[in-house]
Nanobody, 115 residues
């Protein structure tokens, strides 16, 4: 099973990025997916969640700016990030939880927002 996050980069405050988490080796439609982020010196933070059925939830800090989505046909999850702020700077990781409870992590992608 592999999860691969991509789409990070350097962007100015107010800009946008779209992160992707591509999966393989597993039935994607049975995964509940999460984006986490971790900034230097800070605890890991849950950013957004999407269930296998498409229900979503967001951290208060990103509500109204970030949108999580999934494309079961392409085995991929996305995180559209708009109105980015310097405090969004972090390494973003995706995680999948299978219906049987197994968890799978992808390598992170760096997001840097300049002021």
């Amino acid at each position: 099973v592999q999860l691969q996050a991509s789409g990070g980069g350097l962007v100015e405050a107010g800009g946008s990025l779209r992160l992707s988490c591509a999966t393989s080796g597993i039935t994607f439609s049975r995964l509940a997916m999460v984006w986490y982020r971790q900034a230097p010196g800070k605890q890991r933070e849950l950013v957004a969640y999407i269930s296998s059925g498409g229900s979503t939830n967001y951290a208060d800090s990103v509500k109204g700016r970030f949108t999580i989505s999934r494309d079961n046909a392409k085995n991929t999850m996305h995180l559209q990030m708009n109105s980015l702020k310097p405090e969004d700077t972090a390494v973003y990781h995706c995680k999948g939880t299978y219906y049987n409870g197994m968890q799978y992590w992808g390598k992170g992608t760096q997001v840097t927002v300049s002021s």
